[in-house]
């Protein structure tokens, strides 16, 4: 037994409350708020036309005269529409430019890097670089109520961060960098998901956002900027043997690892901090790595990483045992 | 694959070949578990990325044994005696309660593990 | 009313006729439009039989494709189902969404067109009968064989999108992606021709009197239609080129890592893509404005009002491409412009929706299977408008964008807005094309399974994408809380399935195609094609003289019938229909019309072929059926300009009218003048492309080569213009070697233009210009690519200007075929002239 029980936060996942509609910040606030308001608005036209027709079909033969004529046409099928459109693009505008706001300065920013099919991290460092800065993978962990700045942007294809209950989606393209703000004002985990198709297994895209107190979230980032710890017991050191042995380090950085440099996959020097592997897909703990590591196309079909059927079962144990402990 | 394993395999498949003939006699039961609870948390730390389970849909490993019909299974693991005491052992550190297991050590507390106990033997 | 074209008004005062028709002069009439009999019956081209088979064509797809969508929900009904694998699921949903957009919705409007426009018009035909032979064996050959890519999973997987970098040879490196873009490119193709036809078709073959204003509601639909389809269609054909291009020798369009962008491929895309809804929707609407009236016995309310709402519709559709790229992170001032068109495009559709409520309410609706579609359809077109207008608005967009919400949404338009009013129209106008009406019975059982059915299956779709279900995924795990929607959807798939199946019970029971002796005018409806006709449409043209000819003259069915109106029988002794004007519908000439020939059909298989073989890349096999196609479209050709045995013939009541029309007169000239629209079009947005991508990256752009290149180049393809237009003057000219002075004239300027084009390619290589290196490169090639495509296109017009004249064809009285090679020379050098300045003058010179 080497971790406490934890969960993989499926609440976080949760299809209820729609996550859409439940905010937990105020980037997202305002969008529920706009929803239930058009949702409002289509529910009392809708109405109208019923009863329109309704009368139209059914109705008194006085009555059906009054709105069998152009009039009807001029006021409700006109005015009215025009009355309650203005009304919604003033309103919708108004909130573009809100969600649009330029960062403030000193602002957290993270860059997330869309890849098929997983999202690289990088905590960027106050000049907005990348020189130093703390590198993760489908895990990204705010502060609690301070506005953070993500840089959106694609290694390959076209991909759409959605984080629902934070506030918009935005694409991730190639060649671009877009900008979101996000923030959370409650500790806990938020499920994210790839919204804009990326072929193969699109669907098992997800990500989740941590958002954490500030001084926990700070002594987080310090752990996160130290290399790897090297391995505290016999199990663990052979792990780091089968990870060196099968060339995992030809795809994977693991900082403090001689030879573990490859930057096609996750950066795994603190993965055993992560809430979830495989994008968003499994909880984290040594008997899904040792999983996800025997058999990731059973789990995650044409994902990039072989399955690593080759294994034993010592070194499935090791190797589990070595990544779990690289906290 | 060692003598031992070998011979716990003939005994599990006579084993599952006596149970699909003689009914539930042999079935087993963990009475103070909470199946429900079972399935729940082993949805919550992934048993399913190794394992096929009754009732998990998603994922459906194949790198360890499906593990439907456990309650009527004479053996676990390399030979052990499928009892609750030797299994919720076995679920949480398996190394430990069995080495040579290529089973990771699980993220579960024995009460866990009991629920998970009683939720494989009664599917 | 002032005349448009100096005829005499007053000329339409002799009809009715009196008196006894001659003797025979009906069974002439039949007997030139006598169709092919036996194994001859694949070269018919009369809108009857082509339009019928042009709708079951159509109706086979939109089975085929929601066939597809029977599996996809299938897979979707328990979480992490295995049913199929991932990758067929990608290719599953890439080919509903392709077959539906481009193999059944807009194929079956046009098709409705095809069935329906002659004689709603009061025409013998479509001008263009054997065009409409090529679309539809073009389409349906060419869609059978992109259908069965799905069998061998060979089916396009990018999605009916097909955003690059995903679709990239990179990324998508089999021949799946190719099916998409040779095989829609080519279906485009048959649109656009379909377009052309209805376009002449409406403008130019109206019945005399017909003024615009008194033009039906479904001719209207019809124009405003294939106008949208000329303008929308352009932008694909494009993108598809410029696409496969990329994926064929490496020019970098959309690759941003060498000056390229993802995003001028959404542009392209949409640009056609948003319109292609209204496109599909506004002919639906004018069905529905043509059906209306009839089963609520009522006058249109607001005839007018529902044109111009079609017009708008038409116009502003064409500024909303950019809401579906509200999460591209677009500038704030855009997203308020495209914002404000989105929704403004709902006011004309609220219009039309409040224009049939007021309709029914001023007559009194029959609830019979048309009535009941459309009611169901006009419900359910108001529920995917109004979350059309929540998606118009870009914050909420952001929340619901590429979700279960939109998927959704984009089946309540289309199946409120054009399916549903299609289910109505082939209740409707079964009487009219075949010997018995469908079943009342069946027809209501069809209807309140798919009303049903659509509900079920859609409605709960709003909250999954809420929930957080993205679209385009072939699972969704457990504990999720999707399981239950996802499951209430898929009944629903099926009960809808079942009321198709319903519908496809009741037409093989009681559809019996009929050119002759139909079920007749069921529902007393007031339009020209409730005439009693045959394969010749009816016997006489009727001058009309209102919106509703049958309800105002009750007569007039009697009078067509005995043929007291234009063109009682056969004036020419062939296949011939009535040419007016645009405007007030005056009758101008006497066209003849073309009979059945394989020509067209060989032609169209052929160019299937020749497409569906460049996409495994079997070059040779590909040029030998392009070979066989350009003779096949030759031959057909040959005859077009055949001498007529008269001058001017009688139409009827004394009324004289040549036999030829010439110039912007002649329906020919009207044909070419709009195929030249659409490749303007496609030069405009290549110019589009050009500058956006230099927008994006002009420090990797080079210098253009030497001024005096430009000024050579553009010098020849002002000489090549100056040759044609002499040319086709000295045609004209009644005198011995005019024909030979002027075919030598065609052939210098076609050597000069390939001059120009050459020396365009030699300087901009010699500038050390790579297409495979920039965006620059990448567009000044292809823009040297399409001119190479003309340069080819003008030399094939060249060999028959000169085959025709060794013949000894050519005629001063007869120059049409003139006329129209002159006009496509002219367009191709000036456009090619005008692209050589634009990419040598900016950036640099003018900017």
Redesign the interface.
Same mark, same amino acid.
């Given at each position: 037994?080497? +971790?406490?029980?934890?969960?993989?936060s %499926?609440e976080a996942?949760?299809?209820?409350p729609?996550? !859409?509609?439940t905010s937990a910040g105020p980037f997202a606030a305002?969008?529920v708020t706009? +929803?239930w308001g058009?949702f409002a608005?289509?529910a009392v036209?809708?109405l109208i036309?019923?009863a !329109?027709?309704v009368?139209?079909?059914f109705?008194r033969e006085d009555l059906?005269?009054k709105?069998? =004529? *152009?009039r009807?046409?001029w006021y409700?099928?006109?005015a009215f529409?025009?009355v309650v459109?203005s009304a919604?693009?003033i309103?919708? /505008?108004s909130?573009? +430019?809100a969600? %649009?706001g330029e960062p403030e300065p000193g602002e957290m920013r993270v860059r997330v890097t869309g890849e098929?099919w997983w999202w690289r991290v990088a905590y960027l460092n106050p000049e907005g670089g990348e020189a130093g800065a703390v590198q993760s993978a489908n895990e990204v962990r705010i502060p609690v109520g301070e506005p953070v700045t993500f840089e959106l942007e694609s290694a390959?294809?076209?991909h759409?961060f959605?984080v629902?209950r934070l506030g918009?989606?935005? &694409?991730m393209?190639?060649?671009?960098t =877009?900008?979101l703000r996000l923030q959370a004002d409650e500790a806990g985990t938020y $499920?994210g *998901?790839?919204?804009?198709?990326? $072929?193969?297994?699109? !669907?098992?895209m997800g990500l989740v956002v941590v958002a954490m107190p500030r001084d926990e979230f700070d002594a987080w980032m310090a752990e996160q900027g130290e290399a790897a710890a090297a391995p505290t017991d016999a199990l663990a050191a052979q792990g780091l043997e089968v990870f060196q042995d099968n060339g995992c380090g030809a795809c994977h950085v693991v900082r403090g690892a001689p030879g573990a440099s490859g930057l096609a996959g996750p950066d795994l020097t603190h993965v055993g901090s992560r809430r979830t592997i495989g994008a968003g897909?499994?909880?984290n703990?040594?008997? %899904? /790595?040792?999983?996800?590591i !025997? &058999?990731s196309q $059973?789990?995650k079909?044409?994902n990039r990483m072989p399955s690593y059927t080759t294994l +034993?079962? &010592?070194e /499935? *144990?090791a190797v589990?045992?070595y990544l &779990?402990g690289l906290e | 694959m060692n003598g031992t394993g070998a011979t716990g395999m003939v005994l599990m498949a006579l084993a599952l070949a006596a149970c699909s003939g003689a009914g539930e006699t042999r079935t087993r039961a963990v009475p103070s578990g909470d199946p429900e609870r079972g399935l729940r948390i082993m949805n919550e730390v992934g048993c399913g990325s190794c394992h096929a389970i009754p009732g998990i849909d998603w994922p459906q490993g194949r790198v360890g044994p499906p593990l439907s019909g456990m309650g009527g299974r004479a053996l676990i693991g390399s030979g052990l005696p499928n009892r609750p005491e030797t299994l919720i052992p076995y679920l949480m550190n398996a190394p430990v309660a069995d080495p040579g297991s290529a089973m990771p050590p699980m993220p579960i507390s024995e009460e866990e593990a009991r629920d998970i106990a009683a939720y494989l033997y009664e599917h | 009313m002032k005349s448009e074209t100096g005829f005499d008004h007053k000329l339409y005062e002799r009809f009715p006729t009196e008196g006894e028709r001659p003797e025979g002069e009906l069974e002439a009439l039949e007997k030139v439009w006598c169709g092919p009999k036996g194994w001859g019956w694949f070269t018919a081209i009369n809108n009857n039989y082509v339009g019928i088979l042009f709708i079951g064509a159509a109706f086979l797809f939109f089975t085929l494709a929601g066939i597809l969508a029977l599996v996809m929900r299938t897979q979707l009904a328990v979480p992490d189902a295995g049913f199929v694998g991932v990758d067929t699921y990608n290719q599953l949903f890439t080919m509903h969404g392709t077959i539906m957009m481009f193999l059944f919705a807009v194929p079956m409007v046009e098709a409705l067109a095809v069935l329906l426009l002659p004689q709603v018009l009061g025409a013998r035909d479509l001008p263009f009968p054997r065009l409409g032979a090529y679309a539809l064996w073009a389409y349906l050959v060419g869609g059978l064989i992109f259908f069965c890519s799905i069998f061998f999973s060979l089916a396009p997987d990018g999605g009916w999108f097909m955003y690059p970098p995903l679709t990239s040879k990179t990324y998508s490196p089999g021949i799946n992606a190719d099916f998409w873009l040779l095989g829609i490119g080519f279906i485009e193709i048959s649109a656009i021709a379909g377009a052309i036809e209805i376009i002449v078709g409406v403008m130019r073959t109206r019945a005399p009197g017909m003024t615009l204003a008194k033009m039906p509601i479904f001719a209207w639909a019809m124009l405003i239609f294939a106008v949208m389809i000329i303008i929308a269609f352009p932008s694909v054909i494009l993108a598809t080129t410029l696409m496969e291009l990329e994926r064929l020798f490496d020019w970098p369009f959309f690759d941003a890592a060498r000056g390229g962008d993802p995003l001028l491929w959404q542009h392209l895309f949409w640009f056609f893509g948003h319109p292609e809804v209204y496109i599909i929707f506004l002919p639906a609407a004018g069905a529905m404005s043509t059906m209306i009236p009839v089963i609520a016995r009522h006058r249109l309310v607001g005839h007018p009002l529902v044109v111009m709402a079609m017009l708008a519709t038409g116009f502003i559709s064409f500024g909303v491409w950019s809401h579906h790229m509200f999460t591209t992170g677009m500038p704030t001032m855009s997203v308020g412009f495209f914002s404000a068109a989105s929704m403004a495009v709902s006011l004309p559709a609220g219009v039309q929706v409040f224009a049939w409520i007021a309709t029914m309410a001023a007559g009194k609706m029959r609830f019979n299977v048309p009535g009941l579609f459309i009611l169901g359809g006009l419900l359910i077109f108001v529920m995917g408008g109004l979350t059309g207008v929540m998606v118009a608005m870009a914050p909420f967009d952001w929340v619901v964008h590429d979700t279960y919400f939109i998927v959704a949404h984009l089946h309540y338009v289309l199946i409120g807005g054009m399916v549903f009013p299609v289910f109505a129209a082939i209740y409707y106008w079964t009487p009219f094309a075949g010997r018995r009406r469908l079943s009342e019975r069946t027809g209501k059982i069809a209807f309140w399974l798919m009303f049903t059915g659509m509900h079920v299956t859609f409605l709960p779709m709003h909250l999954t994408g809420l929930m957080g279900m993205p679209r385009r995924v072939f699972t969704y795990l457990p504990d999720r809380g999707l399981d239950l929607v996802n499951l209430i959807s898929t009944v629903g798939a099926f009960l809808f399935a079942l009321g198709v199946l319903a519908v496809i019970i009741d037409l093989v029971r009681n559809f019996r195609p009929a050119t002759e002796g139909n079920a007749g005018n069921v529902f007393d409806s007031p339009g020209l094609e409730w005439l009693p006709s045959g394969l010749y449409s009816t016997r006489s043209i009727p001058v009309v003289k209102s919106l509703y000819p049958l309800w105002d003259n009750p007569e007039l069915m009697r009078e067509v019938k005995e043929g007291r109106y234009f063109l009682p029988g056969t004036a020419t002794g062939e296949r011939e229909t009535l040419i007016t004007s645009p405007l007030n519908a005056e009758p101008q000439y006497v066209a003849r019309m073309p009979t059945p020939s394989p020509w067209h059909f060989w032609g169209a298989i052929f160019t299937a072929v020749f497409f569906m073989l460049l996409v495994p890349s079997a070059y040779g096999p590909a040029a030998v059926a392009g070979v066989i196609a350009v003779v096949c479209l030759m031959g057909w050709a040959w005859k077009l300009d055949e001498p007529m045995s008269a001058e001017t013939v009688d139409v009827g009541a004394g009324i004289r009218l040549p036999t030829y029309g010439v110039g912007s007169t002649s329906h020919g000239w009207w044909a070419m003048t709009i195929l030249l629209f659409v490749a303007g079009v496609v030069a405009a947005m290549s110019m589009f492309s050009y500058v956006f991508l230099w927008s994006r990256r002009p420090d990797t752009w080079i210098d253009p080569p030497a001024m005096w290149s430009l000024i050579v180049v553009v010098g020849g393809y002002v000489l090549s213009i100056a040759l044609m237009l002499g040319a086709r003057k000295v045609v004209r000219l009644d005198r011995p070697r005019m024909a030979m002075i002027a075919t030598g004239m065609v052939v210098l300027a076609w050597a000069a233009m390939a001059a120009a084009w050459r020396i365009d390619w030699v300087t901009w290589s010699g500038a050390g210009l790579d297409p495979t290196r920039s965006g620059q490169g990448a567009t000044v090639f292809s823009f040297i690519g399409w001119q190479g495509f003309y340069v080819i296109v003008c030399a094939l017009m060249t060999l028959y200007v000169v085959m025709r004249w060794l013949r000894g064809r050519v005629s001063p009285a007869r120059p049409t075929s003139y006329d129209v090679i002159t006009l496509f020379f002219v367009f191709v050098a000036a456009q090619a002239g005008l692209a050589a300045l634009l990419t040598r003058l900016f950036p640099g010179v003018v900017l």
């Open positions: 037994m080497t +971790s406490p029980p934890i969960s993989m %499926t996942f949760a299809g209820w729609p996550p !859409a509609l305002p969008l706009l +929803s058009v608005m289509a036209v809708l036309v019923i !329109a027709l009368l139209a079909l109705g059906k005269a709105i069998g =004529n *152009q009807l046409i409700a099928g006109l529409p025009v459109l919604l693009l309103w919708g /505008l909130l573009t +430019s969600l %649009t098929m390959d294809v076209i759409s959605w629902p918009p989606k935005l &694409d393209i190639p060649g671009r =877009n900008i $499920g *998901q790839c919204a804009e198709y990326c $072929g193969g297994p699109h !669907a098992l897909i499994l909880p703990n040594r008997g %899904t /790595l040792a999983g996800w !025997a &058999d $059973g789990i079909p044409g +034993s079962g &010592d /499935l *144990q589990a045992a &779990d | - | -």
